[in-house]
């Protein structure tokens, strides 16, 4: 290997080059639960802004106007009954997933825009962040980092 290709191999590890980042969300959360580097969770973002997550509910919870998988919009819905899981550090989480494949969906689930589910997330004084899964990997945000995110 020619000492230019070396030169460039070492800056793009350390992520200073220009190129553009061809991985997928799914290898990107990959590298994000394995190495918590901050240029990944930056371009995870980047891919989601105009994507749609999915959060789960029950089947039962789900409004009767609505049904599994129509898009959530809490300033028009109300606040439904949102799974909240407990983190490692006993914080409380809103579990939301990025495929509708994921386990967590199982048993019902609503669509929502990833900027609202942030929104949302953020306003809630009894909710310290967010889990986000897809079919293989799964990352914690907490409120800091959401609302970083926001600022973006």
């Not at 689930?109 to 589910?117: L, S, V």
Request: with cysteine.
């Amino acid at each position: 290997m020619h000492l230019s290709h070396q030169i460039e191999h070492v800056l793009k590890l350390i992520g200073l080059t220009k190129t553009k980042d061809e991985r997928n969300i799914d290898q990107i959360m990959a590298d994000i639960s394995e190495q918590h580097n901050e240029r990944d969770y930056r371009q995870l973002f980047l891919l989601l802004k105009d994507q749609d997550i999915f959060i789960p509910i029950k089947s039962s919870l789900i409004p009767a106007e609505s049904k599994t998988g129509d898009i959530y919009k809490p300033e028009s819905m109300g606040d439904i009954n949102i799974f909240r899981i407990v983190g490692s550090d006993d914080e409380v989480l809103i579990p939301a997933a990025l495929t509708v494949t994921c386990a967590i969906l199982n048993d019902g689930y609503m669509r929502m825009a990833w900027i609202d589910f942030l929104t949302m997330i953020a306003s809630k004084k009894d909710i310290e962040g967010a889990t986000l899964e897809c079919d293989a990997y799964w990352v914690q945000l907490g409120k800091n980092r959401i609302s970083q995110i926001l600022k973006i």
